[in-house]
């Protein structure tokens, strides 16, 4: 068992106007040189009355789409794409809408030989979150998600908030992932 | 309406806490589901971000304008530490905070107090080998909000870091000591120690003060590590199958 030799920093809200830390583009993981499948992700934040949650930053961090963290501790014979970094940030906009563009990924492993589903590890953070919120998006699309060792702990009703939502007939392929933070069809969230 | 607070650390502040308003339509209501630590959450953004300038860390004068930001100068340094007392080198620090007169710059903040034209009230830099950050600021006024009548933030400085992890990802605040608005703040109270909530006000700190120039303040700041998780619940599938 792990000896816990210094207190942790306990969080607190990122407030309302935390603006400056989403420079340009910062939603936009891609350029020209990326490797993958390009995609779009679209969403809202929703509060417990389903009004959108205009003050909001979502992150996300994935791997390449050869399924490579760009990360020292991930330390597999897959190729970094130096054109990826995996990492994204976005506020949402006075509707609660925030967007990304991506690459779908690659496959991670679990334990073992069992492989993760691709996913899109996602934060949460706003006025209100004393903590900030983990959350992940799987793809409707993929052969493995309905298998995924970690979507397998939420309970069966629930793993739907965890699932995109294909957009039909978008020039990209798009997923609508909506975060809703209280309530009935409340996102699942993760203690990481 | 029960309090939930993260079971990670009691010391957390818990999701609902009704006297700050916000988190009563905010905070989940369902408890989070523990997963365990994967590839995904051992690794995270940190080390793949770059890009920083060292002007970035000077708030007094990163508004560019060649004048300086107005109001106490002052220097906000400290340690960024793993649990195990590490520091975490080339870890990322964002800080953000209103101005002397306690006013950001945002559109949406309407508080009747000028805005500073030489002060943008955003910085960033990397920790050093050592896991030390360092920035130069101006002390943050005090400000209203509509939480409560005659409600007052007490001074703060925003922080975000990164850590070498998914799971060390951290946004918090600083405060100041001896600041008579931190007992009225329910913010800073929702931390439900007084021992915690003393491990986020800064401590003055004369050595890094600068003769005729700046007060100096220093703020270290422990981050989870990726092995901190713990993985109680049974595998409903055969993940262990060999």
């Known amino acids: 068992m792990k000896t816990v030799a210094l207190a942790l920093t306990p969080p607190q809200t990122i407030g309302p106007f935390f603006h400056g830390l989403v420079r340009a583009r910062l939603n936009v993981l891609v350029s020209p040189q990326t490797l993958g499948d390009r995609i779009r992700i679209d969403g809202v934040v929703l509060d417990g009355k389903r009004d959108p949650v205009s003050d909001a930053m979502v992150e996300i961090w994935q791997a390449n789409a050869a399924g490579r963290y760009r990360h020292p501790a991930d330390t597999r014979e897959v190729p970094l794409d130096p054109a990826f970094t995996g990492f994204g940030r976005a506020a949402t906009d006075d509707e609660g809408r925030f967007w990304f563009e991506t690459i779908r990924p690659g496959r991670v492993p679990f334990t073992g030989r069992i492989e993760q589903a691709p996913h899109i590890n996602v934060m949460v953070f706003a ?66 | 309406m029960t309090l939930r607070r993260s079971k990670r650390d009691p010391e957390f502040p818990p999701y609902l806490y009704e006297a700050y308003r916000a988190t009563v339509l905010r905070s989940p209501r369902q408890p989070p589901v523990t997963i365990p630590t994967t590839l995904s959450e051992v690794t995270g953004p940190g080390p793949a971000l770059v890009g920083i300038l060292p002007e970035d860390s000077d708030l007094t004068t990163n508004m ?51 805005l500073d034209p030489n002060f943008l009230g955003y910085g960033r830099c990397l920790t050093d080998e050592t896991g030390t950050y360092r920035f130069t600021t101006i002390r943050p006024g005090a400000y209203p909000w509509e939480n409560h009548p005659n409600a007052w933030r007490p001074s703060h400085i925003h922080f975000s870091l990164f850590g070498p992890s998914w799971t060390s990802r951290l946004v918090t605040q600083m405060y100041f000591p001896g ?25 003055y700190d004369h050595t890094v003060t600068q003769p005729a120039w700046a007060l100096g303040f220093r703020f270290d700041i422990v981050l989870r590590g990726p092995e901190a998780t713990p993985f109680e619940e049974p595998e409903p599938i055969a993940a262990e199958r060999r």
């Not at chain 2, 793993?82 to 309407?110: C, F, M, S």
């Not at chain 2, 608005?181 to 491990?199: F, G, M, V, Y």
Request: charged share 25%.
């Open chain 2, 179 to 203: 600041d008579p608005l931190q007992p009225l703040d329910p913010i800073l109270n929702a931390i439900p120690t007084e021992a915690a909530r003393q491990r986020l006000i800064a401590r």
């Open chain 2, 64 to 114: 560019g304008t060649g004048q300086p930001a107005m109001g106490e100068r002052i220097i906000v340094t400290g340690r960024v530490l793993d649990e195990h007392g590490q520091g975490q080198p080339r870890t990322l620090v964002e800080i953000w905070q209103a101005n002397a007169a306690g006013r950001y710059r945002h559109r949406k903040d309407q508080h009747n107090a000028p």
């Open chain 1, 127 to 192: 006025r209100g979150l004393l903590h900030h919120l983990c959350t992940r998006l799987y793809f409707p699309d993929d052969p493995l998600t309905e298998a995924d060792p970690v979507l397998n702990l939420v309970p069966a009703s629930r793993r739907g908030t965890l699932i995109a939502a294909r957009v039909p007939s978008a020039a990209v392929p798009s997923y609508r992932f909506d975060i809703i933070l209280q309530g009935e069809g409340e996102t699942v969230f993760f203690e990481v």
